[in-house]
């Protein structure tokens, strides 16, 4: 095997999404947000986001309120344990009805 002639000297730091492909769809549980217990929206200003430091698939948007893209989220519930006001809870996919 050949060596590749690459300029950069280490790894992404980084995940990007859609980096593992379209994962939403094995997920097995889903992140339910209570935007009512979320501490950025109940502050109205850009605080906490614990859950988007820690999710490993980045695919929580730093907006007020937080969205999470589905169509990437594994369903590993990193962002449920995190959160410190308990407002994402991890849901079964076959129990998740849309409101």
């Avoid at 280490?10 to 939403?24: D, L």
């Avoid at 820690?54 to 695919?59: K, L, S």
């Avoid at 169509?71 to 079964?92: D, F, L, N, R």
Wanted: charged share 25%.
């Amino acid at each position: 095997m050949g060596t590749r002639d690459c300029k950069h000297i280490s790894a992404m730091a980084s995940p990007s999404i859609g980096e593992a492909g379209r994962t939403g769809e094995w997920r097995t549980s889903r992140p339910v947000i209570d935007h009512s217990r979320c501490i950025p929206v109940r502050k109205n200003k850009p605080s906490c986001f614990l859950c988007w430091l820690y999710c490993p698939e980045a695919v929580i948007k730093r907006d007020i309120p937080i969205q999470i893209d589905l169509t990437y989220c594994k369903g590993c519930g990193i962002c449920a344990e995190e959160c410190p006001s308990g407002a994402i809870t991890m849901v079964a996919e076959n129990d998740y009805v849309e409101r």
